[in-house]
């Protein structure tokens, strides 16, 4: 996993002048991510439409995806799509992102640790 991370990060800062590439690892308790308002895919398969028709949206520039009758999801995550417009992840590799200042503080309290490349 590290490896992969690494490869992003090099191919995503090659495409932005003057940035260097780095990869920020976080250690989060689990219970405390369990209090946040969460959207969770379990399955990323060919035939797991509203997983596909999510990230068709996300990639297509969509953001109103993130909300609840009561605002913004805290956190969303799931697999991670290699090749979306196909249907295609990264077998046993999943993503996450935080959406709101409760789920920032959650950030905030983890340790980190930083490899710069």
Known sequence: ????????????SST??????????LVIDRNALATLDTLVFSRGDFYADDFWSFVHHCRS?????????????DVVYGPVAAFWN????????????????????????????????
């Open 1 to 12: 996993m590290l490896h992969q991370a690494q490869t992003w990060a090099v191919q995503i």
């Open 16 to 25: 932005r002048p003057g940035t260097k590439p780095a990869v920020v690892e």
């Open 61 to 73: 520039g969509g953001t109103d995806h993130r909300r609840t009758p009561g605002g913004f999801y």
């Open 86 to 117: 196909q249907r295609m992840i990264i077998a046993d590799s999943d993503q996450i992102s935080f959406h709101t200042p409760s789920a920032e503080t959650i950030l905030n309290n983890g340790s980190r640790s930083h490899v710069t490349m």
